[in-house]
């Protein structure tokens, strides 16, 4: 069962299906599991990863039949990605780098974006909800099109897309626009991430839209966010596999880290049985995450800076509502003030009893010049391409590594394709040629490193036409477009 972040007085608690369809409580916090099951890993050792996923899955979804996530599972990773493991895990000298990039739009999205579709529709099901369903989905690069790509051959739902006029690669923002359709929306905000959020969570707390049916593909929906969980079981059970570790064994953990959903879930993982022993927060410029795990100090007072890295781009970190819930002792009165503080005056300090429950967690940032050099270094060591996410990670390991000095095993998840970002990392690697597209920088990387082209970046040919809404008439465009959308039903 599951309930909000910020319910008051009595408990009020929902079904996992129920909360998929609603994404978010209607006291604006969201939704969580307060016991965690726990999982003997010794048990799932031979466990393929649709298995683990069923198994995984299944486990924190409490009204979902075995027979129903198994064809949910069956079906989301069914020929949808290029490699028959799903997910790859590959050594280097250093570290190990876990690819979740191989689905149809190339970043870790698609791992629980392939199933969050398909969670929706059997949801409405067992609730007996019918009609249209309205996705709204902000987007800081890659949810948009693996959300697209998920939801488009689902019956009865519609999906609306926003995302930052120029703040996502020319390749995103090609890919989400490449999907528009009769029920998929795509909208440029001038904005940014946190902006695009902002609109989305007011539709949601809006007492003028309650006749829609909303739901949401961000991580702040526990359907996205559960199947995250899956694959850091995989990883560690692959090190047990290869032999580089014993069971039992601890391991750290870097993520590359925006909206806090990707690393939240390697939390869950860990309280669910992984033997993960540092959670490393990697984040680029927009450092509010580094500054809250050093100083237990949330600040989003502070500029807002693009960068090469521009999943990372946020200020507000909406996940990490659901941390300073389990960090508090499961205390919602504790987190609605904590949440008050933030929407108020942009900043919160957690006290000395949550801080003590960060032990799990190290944070740190990147630079430009330091992800660009974590790019080359790794080529260079390992003749392996790295995106410019992954390299904000692999340059805060190496940070972590010179302050702690710790041996441990570490998997860095490597959440996008390094051919998203062509031109950034192309130039890290001290290609000399010069590009003027995208496209032609996708040429000159795969001749100069010898990977293969993916087929979904063949199929990007040309400009496709964008719709942009300004910042503050966004929320007026948003009614409208909801009105057009339930007009069609």
Not at 282 to 308: C, H, M, Q, W
Not at 458 to 471: C, F, N
């Amino acid at each position: 069962m599951y309930k909000s972040t910020r319910q008051l007085g009595k408990t009020k608690e929902i079904s996992s299906s129920l909360a998929i369809i609603k994404g978010m409580a209607e006291d604006g916090g969201l939704f969580v599991c307060d016991k965690l099951p726990s999982v003997e890993l010794a048990s799932l050792g031979s466990f393929s990863y649709h298995q683990l996923a069923k198994k995984i899955i299944g486990l924190l979804l409490d009204d979902f039949s075995e027979a129903e996530v198994n064809e949910v599972i069956t079906s989301a990773y069914d020929d949808k990605f290029d490699t028959s493991e799903i997910v790859k895990l590959v050594s280097n000298k250093d570290c190990y780098f876990l690819e979740l990039f191989h689905g149809q739009t190339l970043a870790f999205k698609d791992m629980a974006l392939s199933i969050l579709p398909l969670l929706l529709t059997k949801a409405k099901i067992k609730n007996g909800i019918s009609g249209k369903t309205i996705v709204l989905t902000a987007t800081s690069g890659d949810t948009g099109s693996a959300a697209l790509s998920g939801f488009h051959k689902q019956k009865d739902i519609d999906v609306i897309v926003f995302y930052p006029n120029s703040g996502v690669s020319w390749i995103q923002e090609q890919q989400m626009l490449s999907f528009q359709g009769k029920n998929s929306h795509v909208i440029a905000l001038e904005g940014n991430f946190d902006d695009a959020q902002r609109l989305v969570k007011q539709a949601f707390h809006d007492d003028r839209l309650t006749h829609y049916s909303l739901s949401s593909a961000n991580s702040i929906n526990i359907g996205r966010l559960i199947p995250q969980v899956v694959y850091y079981f995989y990883g560690y059970l692959e090190l047990v596999r290869k032999n580089q570790i014993k069971f039992g064994e601890q391991i750290n953990v870097v993520v590359p880290t925006g909206n806090f959903g990707n690393i939240l879930a390697g939390y869950m993982a860990k309280k669910m049985g992984v033997p993960i022993k540092k959670l490393i927060c990697a984040s680029n410029v927009n450092n509010v995450l580094t500054d809250f795990f050093r100083e237990g100090l949330y600040d989003r007072n502070r500029p807002f800076i693009k960068t090469s890295s521009p999943s990372m781009d946020i200020l507000i970190s909406s996940n990490l509502e659901r941390l300073l819930y389990y960090i508090s002792g499961c205390n919602a009165s504790k987190v609605r003030t904590l949440m008050d503080q933030l929407s108020t005056t942009g900043m919160y300090q957690i006290d000395s009893a949550m801080r003590a429950n960060l032990t799990d967690f190290y944070g740190d940032y990147a630079t430009e010049i330091e992800m660009e050099e974590a790019i080359r270094e790794v080529y260079q060591k390992d003749n392996y391409v790295i995106d410019t996410h992954t390299a904000v990670a692999k340059a805060v390991y190496k940070k972590y590594c010179q302050e702690t000095s710790d041996k441990t095993k570490t998997i860095i998840t490597a959440t996008a394709h390094p051919f998203k970002f062509p031109k950034t990392v192309g130039k890290a690697l001290g290609i000399k040629e010069q590009a003027k597209t995208d496209k032609e920088w996708i040429q000159l990387l795969a001749s100069k490193t010898g990977i293969a082209i993916p087929k979904i970046l063949h199929h990007l040919d040309g400009e496709k036409e964008q719709t942009l809404w300004l910042a503050k008439d966004s929320y007026q465009n948003l009614e409208k477009l909801l009105g057009d959308i339930d007009e069609k039903n």
